[in-house]
């Protein structure tokens, strides 16, 4: 993400905490160049992916007993 160091004052708590909540750095823009605010305690990658709701989850051993006869055509269109 990158702002302004006019954004930056307006709104720095916030700004600061998203950095601290995501590990993501935060990038101002500032007389043409980047400086960049970066947490020191870096977090996982894998700790910012989000959910899928449509995510199945269980066991992969049960995957050969499931039944998609219901599902499947034999008989394309």
Same mark, same amino acid.
């Given at each position: ?7 930056? /004052?307006q709104?720095i708590? /916030? ?9 993501i750095?935060l990038e101002i823009?500032?007389k043409?160049r980047r ?7 870096? /977090? ?6 989000k ?9 992969p051993?049960d995957?050969p ?6 599902y499947?055509?034999p008989?394309?269109?």
């Open positions: 993400m990158a702002v302004t160091a006019s954004q930056l /004052r709104d708590y /916030r700004l600061l905490d998203a950095v601290v909540d995501t590990g750095p823009e500032r043409g400086l960049r605010i970066v947490a020191v305690e870096t /977090r996982s990658k894998l700790d910012n992916i959910g899928d709701p449509n995510l199945i989850t269980g066991d051993g995957l007993d499931i039944h998609w006869d219901q499947w055509n008989d394309p269109l």
